[in-house]
């Protein structure tokens, strides 16, 4: 079955330092994987995607089919990056999604 | 574009009431999805459409729950009865093809 883990379901990092979201995914197809954050009193919404293999807000994230994760990394936090972290999972052309549990991410000044 | 859209933003109400969430997607997406996001299990998938046509509904809960779809412009999602362990964030979302899906700001229901 598609399982989307994500191990912290708090994360707190003071400003400046490095911060990384574990997300780790099961599938036996081709996932594609997303990242989605949801800002305080905002919709969630797409941060990125595998696929595109960019750079938004200064979070990277790599794709590992060898250990099955993606995790979001950034080296160095700002106190506007606070919000709820959501990984997700597509699944043959990501009609459908499944996300993990979420990861709130708080980032003092 | 003022998104995804959904009413009521907060409801309340008893246990044993009809409750109707109501979503308007994206103008001219063609895919519909309807989660359900509490504390202790996240976000989750209920119920997806795909050009007004129910595709996966494996998520919904149980029968009382449903979803309809009657045009390409609206969709609700109803609850009948309502009990207490249905008190959650319902959000709605809209995708065009193989695009992102696109967020509504959620209904936050809560039945006492």
């Known amino acids: 079955a598609q399982r989307v883990t994500q191990p912290e379901k708090l994360l707190s990092v003071f400003k400046g330092a490095p911060v990384e979201l574990k997300c780790n995914y099961s599938?036996?197809?081709?996932?594609?994987l997303f990242w989605y954050v949801q800002y305080s009193r905002q919709r969630l919404q797409l941060l990125l995607r595998?696929?595109s293999r960019e750079s938004i807000k200064g979070f990277t994230a790599d794709l590992n089919k060898g250990e099955t994760s993606f995790h979001l990394k950034k080296p160095f936090a700002q106190e506007e990056d606070s919000a709820m972290y959501y990984c997700?999972?597509?699944?043959?052309?990501?009609?459908?999604?499944?996300f993990g549990k979420g990861t709130k991410l708080t980032v003092n000044p | 574009d003022a998104g995804v859209i959904q009413s009521p933003r907060h409801e309340v109400t008893e246990m044993g009431q009809e409750v109707t969430l109501r979503c308007k997607p994206i103008?001219?997406?063609?895919?519909l999805f309807w989660y359900r996001q509490t504390m202790m299990r996240g976000l989750e998938l209920l119920i997806y459409?795909?050009?007004?046509?129910?595709?996966?509904d494996s998520g919904m809960p149980e029968d009382r729950f449903s979803a309809k779809m009657p045009n390409a412009s609206f969709s609700t999602l109803k609850i009948q009865p309502s009990e207490p362990r249905d008190s959650a964030v319902y959000f709605c979302?809209?995708?065009?093809?193989?695009?992102?899906?696109?967020f509504g700001p959620g209904t936050r229901l809560t039945v006492l």
């Open positions: 979302a809209s995708r065009l093809a193989a695009n992102e899906q696109f």
């Open positions: 599938y036996s197809g081709s996932p594609e």
């Open positions: 595998h696929i």
């Open positions: 997700a999972l597509g699944q043959g052309g990501s009609e459908k999604l499944v």
């Open positions: 103008s001219g997406h063609n895919s």
């Open positions: 459409f795909n050009n007004n046509v129910p595709i996966d």
